[in-house]
């Protein structure tokens, strides 16, 4: 009962998803019962939507710096494998690989069945 009030409190378009102290004041106009602010610190702690908007007040946050992009093709490159897949025509990893410049990818299909060798080691064998 008390999840269902915090929601509806919590998630209400004129405050949404505000910080503990907004939504304790706002219970306590109407409701109470007791150790209503651990219970609130508890749910305002699991709102990802508050997570994910609250603004960080440290010194650690700095800019962002653009990363250079070269001017020829294929030079920079990001890789990614998607791992764990169920085995399909004897693969089951797909290996992406996606030029910065032109935003072209490729696909490339393995196989993996050595589970002693991690993700990171098998890169580097296929380099």
Known sequence: ???????KIHNQSFIFH???????DLVQRFYY?????ATIKCY??????YQQSKTFKDNINELLHSLSISQKRWKNIVMNFITELSLS?????????ICWLIKKHHYVFCH??????SVEEMIWIML
């Open 1 to 7: 009962m008390h999840t269902k009030l915090l929601k």
């Open 18 to 24: 505000s910080d503990n102290q907004r939504t304790t």
């Open 33 to 37: 019962w007791s150790d209503h602010q």
């Open 44 to 49: 305002i702690q699991n709102c990802h939507v």
């Open 89 to 97: 025509e004897n693969y089951n990893i797909i290996c992406t690989i």
């Open 112 to 117: 993996w069945k050595d589970e002693s060798i």
